[in-house]
């Protein structure tokens, strides 16, 4: 069953956040301190929780729209060749010599899909300036991880008053946190940053701090613990596909992503929930975060065919 008559009706999503070059490096086991590793293979590709989940989109129907910063050097062509491939207009974007594009170096642990990152964002955050020309009210939603803080603020309230939904996918602890959930619709984030941000808290307590704030639901995440749902009257925990992971990175990105998507087309909060789950758990059954990207047919086959099993 697919919902694909109803994608003519969504408007365009706006993304605003971190875009870099990963290089992609697979190893045995992930190396400790003072330790030497021996490399089985290595990659490139586009990054960033934003990017990712636009990319997502793209593949299910939706036009995308991506605002960030990159040089006019070798990486800077390469994330404009990404974008452009996957259905991401780039005509907001800024790009100038004088910027140094971000990049991040990403290690996958051959037998888990388990990744650590070290990331370098990117020399110059988006300003409210940079938003001057941006057309919101051309947009059903914007997508953002939060990176450049004053100008997604900005930016989360321009849409609003558009008339559009604003989601978040926070994967670290951010200033004028507080200021910034209460312009958000939808936050997503992984379990571990509320530990961060609050120590022996149920996932349900942390949570609720966001709605508190102003976001209407709230989604976290897991790993193989699954994935949680929440709003003011409901509180859903969706248990992990169990799937053999090969990569694990941009596993989050791909969830926020299907989250971006049910929620605009009114899905409730469980079908949401499932497909989101089911989507980042597809992804991880393949090296990278463009080749592996299911389409809505394949997650929803892969869905029908978990509750048959």
């Not at 910063?69 to 070798?74: G, I, P, R, V």
């Not at 001057?132 to 309230?157: C, K, M, N, P």
């Not at 200021?179 to 992984?190: A, F, G, Q, Y």
């Amino acid at each position: 069953m697919t919902d694909s008559v109803l994608l003519p009706e969504i408007r365009p999503v706006l993304g605003l956040g971190t875009i870099v070059i990963d290089h992609q490096v697979v190893l045995k086991g992930l190396p400790a301190p003072d330790t030497k590793s021996e490399i089985l293979s290595d990659r490139f590709q586009v990054g960033g929780p934003v990017p990712t989940a636009l990319a997502l989109l793209g593949r299910f129907g939706l036009s995308t729209s991506f605002i960030g910063k990159w040089s006019t050097d070798e990486w800077g062509m390469r994330i404009e060749e990404d974008l452009e491939k996957h259905g991401v207009d780039v005509g907001s974007a800024m790009v100038h010599p004088q910027f140094r594009t971000g990049f991040a170096h990403v290690w996958v642990e051959s037998e888990t899909g388990r990744r650590s990152i070290a990331a370098y964002r990117g020399s110059h955050e988006i300003t409210a300036d940079d938003l001057s020309g941006v057309a919101w009210e051309q947009f059903g939603g914007l997508h953002l991880d939060g990176w450049s803080t004053e100008a997604a603020i900005i930016a989360a309230g321009r849409m609003r008053n558009a008339g559009g939904q604003v989601f978040i996918d926070l994967g670290s602890p951010k200033d004028r946190l507080e200021e910034l959930i209460s312009r958000v619709d939808h936050v997503n984030c992984p379990r571990r940053l509320l530990t961060i941000l609050y120590p022996g808290e149920s996932v349900e307590k942390a949570a609720s701090r966001f709605v508190a704030w102003g976001a209407t639901s709230v989604t976290v995440t897991d790993g193989t613990e699954g994935a949680w749902f929440l709003t003011r009257d409901e509180y859903l925990h969706q248990p992990a596909f169990k799937v053999k992971a090969i990569d694990t990175n941009g596993a989050g990105d791909v969830f926020a992503g299907a989250v971006v998507f049910g929620t605009l087309h009114g899905w409730t909060p469980e079908r949401c929930l499932r497909f989101a789950a089911a989507a980042a758990a597809l992804k991880c059954l393949g090296l990278g975060n463009r080749g592996v990207l299911p389409t809505r047919e394949r997650i929803e086959s892969f869905i029908h065919e978990r509750a048959n099993a």
